[in-house]
């Protein structure tokens, strides 16, 4: 799922650079979204993961979602 390839991401990142916090954003459309369920097209699911830093301190983490608002990611 698009949750755990978040999570993934992030892990992957975290073991490789050991760095103080990871945030992952990522947004995909789904076929399944729009072929069946809600029917409509191009829809797009956002999931996140944060570590470290970032999930301990909320202002990180607001941080690093403005930064990715303003760089048209949301």
Do not use: W, Y
């Amino acid at each position: 799922t698009q949750e755990t390839m978040t999570a993934q991401i992030a892990n992957s990142i975290s073991n490789a650079l050991a760095p103080r916090g990871v945030a992952v954003m990522i947004e995909a459309v789904h076929t399944c979204m729009s072929m069946r369920g809600i029917g409509k097209r191009n829809v797009a699911t956002i999931t996140t993961q944060f570590t470290g830093i970032f999930k301990e301190d909320p202002a990180q983490q607001a941080r690093f979602m403005m930064l990715a608002t303003e760089r048209g990611r949301l």
